[in-house]
């Protein structure tokens, strides 16, 4: 790639033909605010915050879309820069409700940023303002368009990335809004609650549907008997709220964090997970050795099941029957340790810690009930968990260290990669090469599901079955593998589908965030959990072993059918 010489502020800067002014000036640490900027996504140039002066152009340039040339001059910080990104957002702090007191992106908001940044300290401006009503139609999602600055990234990310399509631009100028077709409710467009649109959102236009004040009720009430459990993602991710290095494994500070808020019993859905693969790896085999339909799609991400459920209903009958591990764990919390406890399952409040919007939906789904008593009650995000640690004044930094609650707290490694992109499917192959060969798989590591490509693939041998693999990295990268399978061309016997762009780790429900090394230093840290784990593999989990024992008798049992599968239907 040849290189050209510009200069920024009186810099000398060596860049790549054809990269942009703004990439030029990161790359020697000078700072350009975006709004509407993604990186990798062709740019808009849309909000012009990022404008910058160029000698001998008339106009003030977009940063992120115009390309660098030999000798070109650039002032990114001159006072006619300067008075233009402050009038911008002048005017959308003076057409956005003044809520920031209360707004639940108070303090992590890229406006009010900006208006710190330029030194807004008066209202210079005044005229009508748009009104909107707030939809909270979705269990999961609430979009709020009256805080919607137009920037335009949350429809990039659900038109282009996820490619679902569920929300856009409509009407024009002072009209223009962010909605859905006919401006309907989230709950009946194509969303699938994945909520990447809440990651990408600059303020808190869209958000997750709280689930706190729920909660709080529950633990406030003598008569319940209130138990969390974790999900493998969060622990790498939560401590990045409380300045901890990304991928800092904080499961001993969750467990102790949760004991003082409360909770009565605070289990690991990694236990969950390691039942999971027990079941999936069954009925995978099952379907191999009876002929029934292949390839077999997993079941542990709602949002592709919501995905699958509306938009390609012929391929139901090819997703594992399997709930989500926290279903799972939440079904068991309710039948088997309410009854070795000898507490009414009824007093049973189960709540989920997980890194995902689309969760809260689940958790709701009929089928994921017995006798109208859910498997999980309610469902707190990773943010939402950093704000009842906040409101409780725990210092969470300073938390010690602690053990889960037994004996749904005991977990493998293959439970702890459940959180990233392949790492179901790792596990899961991992128990099928023992339930067919009666020997462990040597090799545990499957590096050709790894990583952050949309598909990966690979064929393992087990035994003498030729096993053709695929993981799905995202879900805008899944229709044209369902093409293939409805088309009778697919060559896949399993398949792993995670909705979000590197697995759970970068669920909706995480941390806000721009830094994509942030989500691959999560990933790292699940695999080192796995890597240190005393088990790597689910069926050596003792406990498990106990359960089936105790209770569920085997794998694909009628006890385990009744309590750890379910049926899906076109919605």
Known sequence: ?????????????????????????KSVGISIPTLCYMKDLFPTGACRICVVEVDGQRNLLPSCAFPVSEGMVVET????????????????????????????????????????????????????KRKHVVDVSSPSIERDPAKCILCGRCTRVCNEIQKIGAIDFAQRGFNSIVTTPYNEGLNVSDCIFCGQCILQCPTAALRERSSMKIVSNALENKNKYVIAQIAPAVRATLGEEFHMPPGTDVTGKLVSGLRRLGFKRVFDTNFGADLTILEEANELIGRVQNDQPLPMFTSCCPGWIRFAERNYPDILPHLSSCKSPHEMEGAILKSYFAKKMGINPKDIFVVSIMPCTVKKYESERPELAIDSLHDVDSVLTTRELVRFFNMAGIDFADLPDEEFDNPLGESTGAAAIFGTSGGVMEAAIRTAYYNITGENLENI????????????????????????????????????????VLAGKSKYHFIEVMACPGGCVNGGGQPIHQNLENVMKRVKALYEIDKKSVSRRSHENESVQKLYKEFLKEPGSHVAHELLHTTYSHR
């Open 1 to 25: 790639m040849e290189m050209v010489e510009l200069t920024i502020n009186n810099l000398k800067v060596k860049a790549e033909e054809g990269m942009t002014i703004l990439d030029a000036a």
């Open 77 to 128: 910080n001159s006072p006619r820069v300067r008075r233009a990104r402050k009038t911008i957002v002048e005017l959308l702090v003076e057409n956005h409700p003044q809520d920031c007191l209360i707004c639940v992106r108070n303090k992590n908001c890229e406006l009010q940023d900006l208006a710190e940044r330029y030194g807004l300290r008066e209202h210079r401006y005044s005229g009508e």
């Open 445 to 484: 590591e499957v590096d050709q599901i790894r990583g952050p490509e949309g598909v990966k693939s690979a064929t393992v041998k087990i035994g003498d079955l030729d096993v053709n693999i695929a993981v799905v990295n995202g879900i805008g990268n899944v229709r044209p593998i369902i093409e293939e």
